[in-house]
């Protein structure tokens, strides 16, 4: 298991780059991670030799300049942000926070609005310095807020954007309104336009694709997960076309929830794979899924052909559980152009890229057998050239310490082999390096 020894040091201070996730603008990319226990967040520092987890900064709440929650509420007491976005295009990414800020008297009861805040970003990492600021929503959403936000560039302009579901008081046929704000943003917290008009069938997890590292302009295709209570479940594709935002016109797919984005068949389109994270609903005859989803994954081509159906590798005996092994990762680590998708596996990981087949995985010896497996929990090329480091995670329980304050341990592999760029654990109170 990683060590953790306890010095760290600041960052150095960068110019300003176009990466969306390099926060201290020196051209490298960052690692942004929750301490367990939520109060907390993390972000770990790129450089010429990789991931530095002894050079970091921890903000708290207070770090942030964040509003306190409505008095008798929990709402908004954590400092985790929703996402990062640059959001005033100064070359230095901003950290996006849904915090809640008052409560509104409804028709039945009150509730208080949840609302994102923008931290601004600058070359020593984002500062309170005269507190967040609150973004400017539009008045469909203005009332109670957003749920979430999620970043992206929805039209392809270059200018980083948000989305989030309104929160309603009325039941608007089962439809509930995404709110796209589109960048560039004044440092006031005022989009540069909004739009309300895609109605989405129902409630749901929002998952977009990734900016392009590079900052290189790229419109980012939305996908809504559907509700479920630990089955699989529904997903609908909604395609960004530059210039145009996002198409009004959602696409079925098939059941499954694991996703990832990425050009998985090299053909410098973005492709979506949709498959079974190996998780099953454990009250009895509650779990419908069809045999065509488990045990599968199936990538939808970004030229619109026809899906391609890809086996999961087996579950070895006795090691299933209901919360499955985990979900699919992007990764390119050789550098080819061409992704792979890392599927979790109760064994580690493993790269599917095409028909290779390639194992990942970080040995373990704590707890019950059948959690000792690591997850793929990311993967990011921090040292710039131009192959990703995979980034597995282990905690212990089959929740891996989403609850409580268990430390998170981490790897930053060398690419599929053994060895490792970086390993450090994460504790309820600092994030620890090794």
Do not use: C
């Not at 992007?330 to 095409?354: Q, W």
């Amino acid at each position: 298991m990683p060590g953790a020894p306890a010095g760290s040091r600041a960052p150095a201070a960068g110019k300003g780059s176009k990466g969306p996730d390099d926060i201290n603008g020196d051209g490298y990319r960052d690692f942004m991670v929750s301490v367990p226990g939520g109060e907390h967040m993390a972000v770990l520092y790129g450089s010429a030799k990789g991931l530095d987890p002894s050079t970091r900064t921890v903000y708290r709440r207070r770090d942030l300049g964040l509003p306190d929650p409505p008095k008798g509420s929990d709402a908004g007491g954590g400092a985790a942000p929703d996402t990062v976005a640059d959001l005033d295009g100064d070359g230095f990414p901003d950290f996006v926070t849904t915090a809640g800020d008052k409560y509104v008297k409804t028709r039945s009861d009150a509730d208080y609005r949840t609302a994102p805040y923008v931290t601004w970003g600058g070359p020593g990492g984002p500062t309170a310095k005269g507190g967040a600021s609150a973004v400017r929503l539009p008045a469909g959403a203005s009332r109670l807020g957003l749920s979430y936000v999620v970043r992206g560039d929805f039209d392809g302009d270059g200018h980083h954007d948000l989305a989030g579901l309104a929160r309603t008081e009325l039941t608007l046929g089962d439809e509930t309104p995404l709110v796209v704000l589109y960048g560039p943003f004044t440092r006031s917290g005022v989009p540069a336009r909004t739009d309300t008009g895609l109605r989405l069938p129902e409630d749901g997890e929002l998952v977009v694709d990734a900016l392009d590292p590079s900052g290189k302009p790229r419109a980012t295709s939305l996908l809504l997960h559907e509700l479920n209570d630990g089955e699989q479940s529904g997903n609908i594709l909604y395609p960004a076309r530059p210039g145009s935002g996002l198409s009004a016109n959602g696409k079925q797919l098939r059941a499954g929830n694991s996703h990832a984005f990425g050009d998985f068949d090299g053909d410098g389109l973005r492709d979506v794979a949709v498959g079974d994270d190996g998780g099953h609903n454990d009250e009895p005859d509650s779990d419908t899924t069809s045999p065509e989803v488990v045990g599968s994954l199936d990538v939808y081509p970004g030229s619109g052909g026809e899906p391609v159906k890809y086996p999961l590798p087996e579950v070895p005996e006795g090691a299933g559980t209901d919360y499955g092994p985990g979900g699919f990762v992007a990764a390119d680590p050789d550098g080819d152009g061409r992704d792979g998708i890392l599927v979790a596996t109760y064994e580690g990981a493993t790269l599917i890229d095409g028909d290779k087949r390639t194992p990942v995985q970080r040995n373990v010896r704590k707890g019950p057998a059948k959690w000792r497996h690591t997850r793929p929990a990311g993967a990011a090329d921090f040292d710039g050239d131009g192959k990703d480091e995979l980034i597995l995670n282990w905690a212990y329980g089959q929740l891996f310490g989403t609850y409580g304050e268990d430390p998170t341990h981490w790897w930053i592999t060398d690419g599929t082999t053994s060895r490792d760029k970086a390993a450090f654990a994460a504790t309820g109170l600092v994030p620890h390096a090794s």
